[in-house]
């Protein structure tokens, strides 16, 4: 897909980076058994995070960080496994050298599928493996004409090469809504005047947060915290009392050290993400902040019925990716959308908290310009859904000529993954942007499908050169079962010579004759008279039709440049219309949606009162003014027998269009919460643990066992009863009277004291009537 696009080295660099295990990265990382943070590992903490930050280049995309590292290496002079300048000593050596070879196998591998008319991809390549290897006689500028610069492209091409796989989700802050402990976070921000993006809620008491940063100033680490800004807020609400207090702590920033502060907030972000969460700093126990605007994540599942919550690796510039926004317009809420190139399901243990959870590797977040506008038509062109049924809240646009045009369009909200998500006013989908999807997805099933003939390819005679190409339109031959037609065309010819032959014993004729044209010899071809050789082995690339390649680069840049141009709402109302395709990469049906929309476009000409309709839910603009919003969840569960009766009407009724209503889910308020100790589903949550991550969701149940067990009172961990059943032991414990507890240990025998000199501890733990020394353990009985 990357040659198609004239990006097969880059392609090649992006590959080879998200080949790497355990995680795409290749900085070094602080770890020690212990979970010790001494001077070394803040250091190395604290430069390879600055590193990741300043190749990522504010992109938040894992393999291209790594992308930028590899254009600085070929730049520096390349060398297989070496690691230039002392810029680069926070690079891990094994994984660089891995990831180095990896990139020249992979250039090697394309140079010998490449076709050999192309040669400007041939050159760049066998470039591209000198530079790797050192033999650098081109100038340092030169690997910018080699390599791809457009960033944007390359997460394009990423988006249509890894949705496909349905390693995809979709990113919402819990504070939006006002949930979680943002609202005694938002009002001491408030109060304080501070910045919320430059404050971390730590939920330690004051004089913990003090002697952590005391320590983190000592080490160089933190600069840009003072004592006054520390404010510590209690929870009245929680009954432990060590979560009870927290703090929220500010980062002052200067005109002149806004970056390093910004440095020092992702360090604090990730304090203790190496050693799962809790670590110690000179025998301090400390753990690490959170931000109530943080991001949770959520993956669609396989079967596109619902959303799975998903976590992020801490090494991802992505995870401490923030949203401090208070109002959404056009009821389009904030969101961000990922895509990566696999997930890995792992137990991880925070404290006495058994955790599994899945976590995305490879990911790289999407432009978030247009409310995902751009992120959806990425994802749409790749054939994402799976199972290609969608719902649409459709409306009619004017045409040329100030008609109502069933062909003219616009989609303002899809509901997939059995959630809605909407569009803002000034970004909404249109007919023809729907067209530029369903011409990628056309071309890129026809190269998906493309079955190559063993003849395709270029052949030459002494006086031409011939094309011979498989046939892969869809035409009546093909559905007459004659797939062995072939179209060969004599590229020597002054004018255009194209002829279709179809197969005939003894090889391919004319549909005019029945006398063999195209035969085939032991060495070759004989065609009209000629005999064809081909000079070379076939380059796989080779086989594929020019015309076909040529359509998907050209769909591949339509799409590109009307994601860039959104366009603004009609003034007419919508109604709701399925959008569908036969498979997850076959072409949208838009003529059903032109069908549906022909009866509502008439009865919108007699219904000028309706122009400029406002409905209900339109008018009501998510704004938050205060510390909490009242999201009405009721509207968002839908009857999704009576949505798809409304969908796939032909008439519309135009007095509903009042109300009818699409509102966005709210997705960062999960409907199937799981809590990590007992891990069952439909428990009771509050609010707060609601708005957790995953790894730290309890419900109230295990909170209250929780809080019981650190009172004091008899309690023992549940523990699931498929892996061990509770005992009688384990649900009554057996008390031991403190007379019997504090008697001597003596020698049922001799009646001797017991001690280690003359006893093994086996025989001190027997009961009383069994226990020997060694001098009778050895008499006969």
Known sequence: LGWTMDMGPSACVLAAALSLTPSCDVFLTPMNTQGDLDGYSLSLLQNSISARAKYDGGWLSEPLTIYALCEKWLQTGGGLGRVPGEEWK???????????????????????????????????????????????????????????????????????????GSFLAIGQSPSIYGKGPYGEF??????????????????????????TLNHLRDAGTVRHVESANIKEVTHEDVTDEKSKKA???????????????KSEFEVLYRLCSPFNGKATINNLKIVSPVHPCALNWYMPYRNCEGLKEVCLNWKSPAYSLLNTTRRWPDRCRPKRFVVASGGDYRTDYHGDTKTRVTMLRGISV???????????????????????????????????????????????????????????????????????????RQALKKMQSYQPHRLAGTWYAEDAAFRIDYLEEDGEDVKEGRHDILIISNLSARCEDVRKLYPCPGGWSLPTDGGCRLEELPHGLRYEGRVLTRTEELAILEQFNPKSLKALKEAADALMKVSKTPQRRSPWPGRLV?????????????????????????????????????????????????????????????????????????????????????????????TA??????????????????????????????????????QGNAYIKAEKSILRPPTVAQTMPKLVPAAAAQLPKVCSVCKKLLDANNSTGTQRTKPTNKRKCQACAVKPA
């Open 186 to 211: 938002w009002r001491t921000t408030q109060q304080s005047a501070w910045d919320v993006a430059d404050c971390l809620y730590w939920k330690r008491s004051q004089k913990d947060v003090q002697d």
């Open 366 to 440: 999407l432009p978030s310009r247009d409310g995902g506008r751009q992120a959806l038509l990425w994802f749409l062109a790749a054939g994402v859904p799976r199972d290609a049924q969608m719902t649409a809240l459709c409306a009619p646009c004017e045409a040329p000529g100030n008609t109502l045009d069933p062909k003219h369009f616009e989609i303002r909200g899809l509901w997939m993954w059995e959630r809605t998500l909407r569009l803002p006013n000034n970004a909404i989908i249109t007919s023809k942007d729907l067209k530029v999807v369903n011409d990628f």
């Open 578 to 670: 399925p959008l569908w395709a036969d498979t997850a990469m076959s072409p949208f049906d838009l003529t059903d949606i032109e069908k549906r929309l022909t009866n509502f476009c008439s009865d919108l000409q007699d219904r000028s009162d309706l122009w400029g309709f406002v409905s209900q839910e339109e008018d009501n603009n998510g704004d938050m003014e205060d510390d909490e919003v009242y999201i009405d969840t009721s509207l968002e569960k839908i009857n999704k027998g009576y949505m798809w009766t409304l969908a796939e009407s032909e008439t519309f009724d135009l007095d509903n269009c009042e109300y009818l209503q699409m509102p966005e889910n709210s997705i960062a308020l999960p």
């Open 673 to 710: 919460a799981v809590c990590v100790m007992c891990e069952e589903q439909g428990k009771t949550f509050s609010k707060r643990q609601l708005a957790n991550p995953t790894h730290n969701r309890l419900c109230q149940d295990c909170i209250l066992e929780k809080t019981a067990a650190l």
């Open 90 to 164: 926070f690079v891990h050596q094994r994984l660089w050298s891995q990831f180095s070879a990896k990139v020249v196998d992979l250039w090697r591998a394309m140079q010998r599928l490449v076709p050999g008319e192309d040669s400007r991809s041939y050159d760049n390549l066998r470039a591209l493996q000198d530079l790797a290897r050192g033999k650098s006689w081109f100038q340092p500028h030169s690997v910018a004409d080699l390599l791809e610069k457009d960033k944007e492209k390359l997460l394009a091409l990423l988006t249509w090469g890894l949705a496909p």
């Open 247 to 261: 703090c929220i702590v500010h980062l002052r920033r200067g005109q002149h050290d806004s970056a390093e502060a």
